[in-house]
């Protein structure tokens, strides 16, 4: 059965030209995304098609700036954009993320030098990025990460393997950190790899229960040479690049994690009115309407916060807080909702003939991407309480 279109949002947006770009992609999302979401999800086909669309479009740098191809859009205004792809597609909404989040390093620590020799391409070039930070042994603990970069003439030799790396194996660039100097945070270094660099490969795609038209693999690189010119940042800055990217990368998964609540909550709300049960549909029982109302206001509290967060970090003002709580809130949302849809949806639900059941998969690994819930919560506390003890 095919997906629900997804019913429209009242947004409040801050120009006209952010609500001819929200139009833009719903158009995009309707005609070139949804359609085949559920086929190539199930087959596990990963859209390029779709990124290059989206690159020519421009929709793949919004936030950036546009003297290098970017968009000059307020995270106000991306974050919506996103949610509307993810709505359609997670595959296709935490794909522009990660972009995002990949481009984040050059973009806002690169040197002029490197902005203009990258971004365009980056930004609507057709390119498609990667974010190397989680290894094999380092997950939430990521500065205890073990790659290395080692001086090597007039550039560096890198060698490790990244794990758990969204678009691993289909990306042109990986922004990747490894270990330059001490153990800890302030031996950590960023550097720009190509995706056809010598000595870089792909595993095989990880068997995940979810968004499996989503490549998700480890990156090896046995030697990878870079040149300087490369490197991201100072030496030793490269673990501060990374947390502050993952502040902004946080609000695109709280934001592709309101999409696909929206999602699901379409797909309960339209069976619940043509499902009859006992002489009537079965929207008319108030069990089912409240469960409804609740998935509603989970939905719409997620999006206040995460836009919140978006407006101070438009601001110039500290949001890392706010992300973490955009993100826990937002993420924990998704799943309850698109578990809530299976319930509604009853046994019909749990077949794959309906995208409730493809739903409520795709909504745990929110929970995981981009800092575990659990850590969203210890990043929460330490900004009222202060650090921990040791």
Same mark, same amino acid.
Request: hydrophobic share 40%; proline share 4%; net charge negative.
């Given at each position: ?46 859209? *390029? ?11 793949? /740098? ?24 993810? $709505? ?10 990660? !972009? ?17 020799? !990258? ?19 380092? /997950? ?79 990156? !090896? ?9 490369? *490197? ?5 800055? /490269? ?15 709280? $934001? ?72 826990? !809130? ?61």
């Amino acid at each position: 059965m095919p997906d629900r279109a997804p019913q429209p949002v009242d947004r409040q947006l801050p120009t006209d030209e952010a609500r001819e770009l929200i139009s833009l992609v719903r158009d995009i999302a309707e005609r070139e995304i949804a359609p085949k979401a559920a086929e190539e999800e199930d087959a596990g086909r990963f859209p *390029r098609d779709v990124f290059t669309l989206l690159s020519r479009a421009g929709l793949l /740098g919004l936030p950036y700036d546009s003297e290098y191809g970017g968009g000059d859009q307020p995270y106000e205004v991306y974050l919506q954009v996103l949610e509307e792809l993810a $709505a359609a597609r997670l595959t296709v909404g935490l794909g522009v993320s990660v !972009h995002t989040l990949a481009s984040y390093a050059v973009a806002a620590y690169g040197t002029k030098e490197q902005q203009v020799e !990258h971004l365009p391409r980056m930004l609507g070039g057709g390119l498609l990025g990667a974010y190397g930070l989680s290894e094999p042994s380092s /997950g939430s603990d990521a500065a205890s990460l073990r790659t290395k970069a080692v001086r090597e003439g007039d550039g560096w030799v890198i060698t490790g393997t990244k794990a758990w790396i969204t678009h691993g194996g289909v990306a042109d660039f990986y922004t990747v950190m490894a270990r330059t100097g001490e153990e800890g945070s302030r031996g950590i270094t960023a550097f720009l790899v190509p995706g056809d660099a010598e000595g870089l490969s792909a595993a095989a795609p990880e068997r995940k229960m979810g968004m499996k038209g989503s490549p998700t693999a480890q990156i !090896h690189l046995d030697g990878v040479r870079v040149s300087d010119a490369r *490197r991201i940042g100072e030496e030793g800055q /490269g673990f501060a690049i990374a947390l502050s990217a993952l502040d902004s990368g946080r609000l695109g998964i709280a $934001a592709c994690a309101i999409g696909l609540a929206r999602a699901a909550l379409d797909e309960a709300v339209g069976y619940a009115r043509e499902r009859q049960q006992f002489g009537r549909p079965i929207a008319d029982f108030q069990g089912l309407r409240f469960m409804l109302a609740d998935m509603a206001t989970q939905i719409e509290a997620g999006r206040a916060l995460y836009l919140a967060a978006a407006r101070l970090r438009d601001a110039g003002r500290p949001f890392a807080k706010q992300a973490a709580m955009a993100k826990l !809130h937002c993420t924990d949302t998704a799943m309850k909702v698109t578990t809530d849809a299976v319930q509604i949806l009853g046994g019909y639900g749990y077949t794959a003939d309906f995208p409730a059941e493809r739903y409520m998969r795709e909504a745990k690994v929110l929970q995981i991407v981009e800092g575990t819930n659990q850590i969203q919560r210890m990043v929460i506390a330490r900004h009222l309480a202060g650090p921990e003890t040791r």
